[in-house]
């Protein structure tokens, strides 16, 4: 079935650096735009950046900008986060996320940001304390 | 990238129908009809509910719909039952390929 299996958590420094993975089955993963959100412990969901299907495009929340690294890896149907200068507040669950194909304005059927996160993995907890 | 704004809470009995809103800004929710919504129960990954405004993905009951006017977006749950208790987050494109999601809500079945 279709799914996404996150793994690369655990307990990092401060400062530390961290790198996530997320295996993706059941679907083609070329085909589709992939992002990793993550949700603090108690809090609300946070987008944390977007690739698109061919690593032609990135983008970044501005709180992780410049510290992590969105990747892929077609050919092994897999998705990354480099997780660089860890800091405390960037403790949370990380999910990877799928983003489903839409209708643009000009009624073209495609993949992209706008389309909403319609497969999500379990996720993984990323922990940044001393 | 300002979180789109959420009642912390809203609740209902058996059968009611309650309305969550999603309030943002023309950067985001009234620019683009582009918002969903996801449903998360404790310690699980958020489901999608709704996408695009108002469509439903396969398996999702008729029970949820979605609406927007100008830069509030809603959430209704009709009918509501006791395994509709959740958090619900909406969630907006914002342009320039970014998205934002709101702080949450959690609904509580009585």
């Known amino acids: 079935q279709v799914q996404l299996v996150e793994s690369g958590g655990g307990l990092v420094k401060p400062g530390g650096s961290l790198r996530l993975s997320c295996a993706a089955s059941?679907?083609?993963?070329?085909?589709?735009?992939m992002s990793w959100i993550r949700q603090a412990p108690g809090k609300g969901l946070e987008w944390v950046s977007y690739?698109?299907?061919?690593?032609?495009?990135?983008n970044y929340a501005d709180s992780v900008k410049g510290r992590f690294t969105i990747s892929r890896d077609n050919a092994k149907n897999s998705l990354y986060l480099q997780m660089n200068s860890l800091r405390a507040e960037d403790t949370a669950v990380y999910y990877c996320?799928?983003?489903?194909?839409?209708?643009?304005?000009?009624?073209?059927?495609?993949?992209?940001?706008?389309?909403?996160?319609?497969?999500w993995g379990q996720g993984t907890m990323v922990t940044v304390s001393s | 990238q300002s979180a789109l704004t959420q009642p912390r809470s809203v609740s209902g009995s058996p059968g009611q129908s309650v309305t969550i809103s999603c309030t943002g800004t023309?950067?985001?929710?009234?620019?683009?009809?582009?918002v969903s919504w996801y449903q998360q129960h404790p310690g699980k990954a958020p489901k999608l509910m709704i996408y695009?405004?108002?469509k439903r993905p396969s398996g999702v009951p008729d029970r949820f719909s979605g609406s927007k006017s100008g830069n509030t977006a809603s959430l209704t749950i009709s009918g509501l039952q006791a395994e509709d208790e959740a958090d619900y987050y909406c969630?907006?494109?914002?342009?320039?390929?970014?998205?934002?999601f709101g702080g949450g809500t959690k609904l509580t079945v009585l």
């Open positions: 969630c907006s494109y914002a342009g320039s390929y970014t998205s934002v």
């Open positions: 690739i698109s299907s061919s690593s032609s495009y990135t």
């Open positions: 996320a799928r983003a489903r194909y839409y209708y643009d304005s000009s009624g073209y059927y495609t993949t992209g940001p706008p389309g909403a996160f319609d497969i």
């Open positions: 023309s950067s985001d929710v009234g620019g683009y009809n582009y």
């Open positions: 059941g679907f083609t993963f070329s085909d589709y735009y």
């Open positions: 695009d405004v108002s």
